[in-house]
């Protein structure tokens, strides 16, 4: 994995830039999850407390580092108190996944290089997370799935 670019992000995204609603994922998508398993597996997932909170547990496989200027540490997971601390803290050739919510994609999308974006082919009312603007500084580059429910494509940064 590339360390000098050590950060990448993974989403999905409704057709109206909704990613959360009441604290949860407002859809079921299981073929989508298979491929974030698939993507994320064997590396650092960051992600923000509120993330963290609505996962049963802990992500397998992965390190599970969670921002949070004041929550406290939990089992299977490293808090961080400020994305300052994540570089000293990583290993030679670890590679991150930011993984969300809203604010964490708005806060760290500035230092991915690639983001894998599903796009969910619904339009969601009532959300209240959403996905920063990122068409103006990414392009895709890569289709991964295709059907009925979303598409998968990686997106990289314009050069
Ligand atoms: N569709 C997707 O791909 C996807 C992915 C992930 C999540 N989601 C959804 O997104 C929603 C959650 O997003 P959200 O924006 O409400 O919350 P979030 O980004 O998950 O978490 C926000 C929390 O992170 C901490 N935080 C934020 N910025 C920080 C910083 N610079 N330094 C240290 N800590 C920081 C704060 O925790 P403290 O208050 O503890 O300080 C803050 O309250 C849920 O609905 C979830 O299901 C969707």
Request: charged share 25%.
């Amino acid at each position: 994995m590339n360390s000098t670019f050590p950060y990448k992000a993974i989403v999905a995204v409704s057709q109206n830039g909704v990613i959360g609603k009441n604290g949860d994922l407002p859809w079921r998508l299981p073929g989508d999850l298979k491929w974030f398993k698939k993507i994320t597996m064997g590396h650092i997932v960051l992600m923000g407390r509120k993330t963290w909170e609505s996962l049963p547990f802990a992500l397998p496989g992965r390190k599970n580092w969670v921002l949070s200027r004041s929550g406290n540490p939990q089992e299977g997971m490293d808090i961080i108190r400020s994305t300052d601390e994540i570089l000293p803290k990583l290993q030679a050739g670890e590679q991150i996944f930011v993984i969300g919510g809203g604010e964490i994609y708005a806060h760290c999308l500035s230092k991915c290089n690639e983001i894998y974006i599903t796009e969910v082919l619904q339009t969601i009312q009532g959300g209240d997370a959403f996905f920063p603007d990122y068409k103006q500084d990414f392009e895709p580059i890569e289709t991964l799935d295709e059907n009925e429910d979303f598409i998968l494509r990686r997106w990289s940064r314009k050069s």
